[in-house]
């Protein structure tokens, strides 16, 4: 066997370092697959998603014309609502075409219907309840946009292309000439859509008008019902169990249970709520109320943990002192403790919160799955939900919803961006090391 | 004293009797009033009500504490106590009401409350006396709420047990335990004569869940090394959150993922051209999300575990000239072995309990195949399709879901457990 001197390593020393330097390059690769999947992840969401922020629109006067909605001119309210919206989706149509002769562009060999085609159903829809409010319109040319159909739309999002048009029954590549030739004319134009955020779901076959605004106001009241439901119950038995609680049986069990509450998969709470809201104490189905109080339950061992943190985390001088110049037990933790103690308590709920606006299996239990067409007024009307939202959309058959689907989700990281980077700014800002 | 007590209680009795005349009239303004907003004015008048009923009492307690030497406690205390006293009336009065099932009509219902919270309010202005105990009377009622509070956990449990085995039960009237148990076939009919074996869903949870930890053990580990041996302070202050961003984005997101993105890839790359089917939904693309979501279960709490293994064990094997990535394997792993089982298992629960990136990316068809690349689906898709839509609870098609719930609780119940325990032994082993 060679000599091995410090200057030349033998086999085995080389052979060892190697292995070092391997082991070392595995972690390394390790935390970079990590990382990786995470950029691959919202890079996947974001490009997915960011089409559904814009939407292509026309824009042209319709004459609201009396022959087609009140034909016999007596402006009576039962006669006009008599009136469907494919009355409305004509007269749209009808104004398009003039519109297209007076700016003298070339149609093609497309036929009315297939013009009438290019409009979004829902804008018929928008029409109607404008003149349905206002019948003084009747009879005279308004300035209107609608919006174009889910595969125009498609067509300035790379959805649909010209090969595509052409196996579709829904259009054809003429429409899509036009679309560009409108497009050059300023009829067609391709703006921000405000609509996505506001504006409530829509059927099966227009996914162009479907918007997140019941579900924006949905997830809205169930985290308002959260954070009055949790944050005094989680604060309260966080204080008992933290300040009070004798060290005994039942305490231990209390916080057996807390820990073993936290662990158990979400969709189990949604059948608890099913069964005990919905079925045994008979709450309705999809209502906010409901998703709130089954969020709660789930979140708040969630929430005790970080809150008995929190509290574990002010100093026992604190209590001393108050306890020695004569306050209660109660006092001290109430004056003392636990203003000492909120920050840390409210970084814990926010990042809560933020877990209970992301969970949608149990939800999906409750119904809030439903197709929700009118805003809620209240805690017990029905509504849908941000993350289910995003669910029902996937189901759909029209790809456009996916695209729909995954502008949610940008939506919703959007919203749980900004409440955590809230509960760090509180840490950073509040954080005292005693 | 006894005046006093008589006083109100009489006021009462006479503003009952003008009430009737005003309820006529104010059932015609509540028929005007939306729900919501009806229970808002509720909510309003009581706060309304306590405040006041608090500043009575605080103000009567103020008023005698200038007359006599030495009050017990401070006016506050008093106040609170009349607060107390109002709530409870109050609320006894509409519970009594909800469980008689409103015998007096909701108006009524409400001057009834009403009139109980004003004798409760007027009981507790009796009480005030400069040796009543009002802040020991307050705090014990805070002292209980906090424990009521506390229990709300147990409560929690104990409800989902309660819902899980009742339905259960009933589900087992309905149809035979034994072929829920021992049945390979899983096939609901909602006309009847359906099959309801659990193999196919366990086989394919399982089957998902070991794909996940394929992928979530060997990268949450190596990860959990490098950040607890090798990485400088300032690379393990980044790169630790930055991996738990993975356990904070909702499972909505990955479900998402997997269906536009990983799901597609799978099948046109690696399904079809292996000829392997031609499914985007697949035990492969949800186990691959699945893994990816729990790197971070693996990698935080194992970091934490290695952490923990104390100094001198590495001091002691590098002292003897072994290299770091040896200290490592020989040394660090082994003795942090305990823990990072225990650190995995939670992992298991967690992907066995997942739901939502099965329901998207799994599939709904129940199969016994080894195929990874075929649609199997999970205990926790079929709750999901059982018991969405209209439900009624009277089908064993329906119900059967309840037995799933029940399996899918014992199963990742046991799991933390067994997880704890071991966690916690190996904790106390080196303290």
Known sequence: ?434 | MAIKFILPTTLVTLLLSQGAAFAQEAAVAEAALSPTLQRLLFLAAALVFLSIAFVMGRNRATAMRNTVAMMHSLPGFHGAVAVQWGALGAFAGVIAHAITGYPMGMLGAVIFAVALALMGVAYALTTIKPDFRARTFTERSVMAFLILCSLVAVLTTVGIVASLVFETAHFFQLYPASEFFFSTVWNPKFGGGSSLGIWPLIWGTLYVSAIALIVAVPIGLMSAVYLAEYASPRVRSWAKPAIEILAGIPTIVYGLFALITVGPLLRDYFAQPMGLGDSSSSVMTAGLVMGIMVIPFVSSLSDDIINAVPQSLRDGSLGLGATPSETVRKVVLPAALPGIVGAVLLAASRAIGETMIVVMGAGAAAKLSLNPFEAMTTVTVKIVSQLTGDTEFASPETLVAFALGLTLFTLTLGLNIVALVIVRKYREQYE
């Open chain 1, 1 to 434: 066997m060679k000599a091995s001197s410090l200057l030349t390593q033998d086999p085995r020393t080389k052979k060892r370092n190697s292995a070092e330097k391997r082991f070392r390059g595995l972690g390394l690769t390790a935390i970079v697959i990590a990382l990786a999947m995470l950029v691959w992840l919202l890079i996947s969401i974001v490009t997915a998603g960011s089409p559904a922020f814009r939407q292509a629109f026309l824009t042209f006067p319709v004459l609201v014309d009396q022959t087609i909605v009140d034909k016999a001119g007596t402006r009576d309210p039962a006669l006009l609502s008599a009136v469907t919206t494919l009355g409305y989706g004509k007269l749209l149509a009808n104004s398009l075409r003039a519109e297209i002769a007076a700016k003298g562009i070339d149609l093609g060999d497309l036929k009315p219907k297939e013009i009438a085609q290019m409009i979004s159903e829902e804008s018929a829809a928008t029409l109607r309840d404008l003149v349905l409010a206002d019948p003084s319109l009747i009879g005279t040319t308004i300035p209107f946009t609608a919006l174009a159909s889910g595969r125009i739309d498609g067509f300035y999002k790379g959805r649909v292309t010209m090969e595509t048009a052409a196996l579709d029954k829904n259009t054809s590549p003429a429409q899509l000439i036009l679309a560009d030739r409108l497009l050059d004319a300023d009829i067609l134009s391709v703006k921000f859509n405000t609509g996505f955020v506001t504006m409530p779901d829509a059927s099966d076959k227009r996914p162009e008008a479907a918007g997140l605004g019941i579900a924006v106001v949905g997830s809205f009241m169930m985290m308002l019902v959260v954070l009055l439901l949790s944050l005094p119950i989680g604060v309260a038995a966080s204080i008992y169990l933290e300040e009070f609680a004798p060290k005994n049986r039942w305490t231990d069990l209390i916080e057996v249970n807390i820990a073993n509450l936290a662990a158990v998969p979400s969709i189990v709470y949604g059948i608890l709520g099913l069964a005990i809201f919905i079925n045994f104490a008979g709450l309705p189905q999809s209502a906010p109320i409901v998703g709130g109080m089954v969020l709660t339950l789930m979140t708040l061992p969630r929430i005790i943990i970080p809150t008995r943190a929190a509290l574990k985390a002010v100093p026992p001088s604190i209590r001393d002192a108050a306890l020695g110049v004569g306050a209660s037990k109660l006092q001290t933790v109430f004056h003392h403790v636990l203003p000492l103690a909120m920050p840390g308590i409210l970084t814990g709920m926010i990042i809560g919160l933020a877990q209970a606006l992301g969970e949608s299996a149990p939800l999906l239990l409750i119904g809030m799955v439903a197709f929700v067409r009118d805003f809620p007024g209240g805690l017990f009307d029905p509504a849908t939900a941000l993350p289910v939202q995003v669910y029902s959309w996937t189901t759909r058959g029209d790809p456009g919803f996916v695209e729909r689907a995954s502008g949610a989700i940008i939506v919703l990281l959007i919203f749980l961006v900004v409440m955590n980077a809230t509960a760090i700014y509180l840490r950073r800002k509040f954080e005292r090391r005693w």
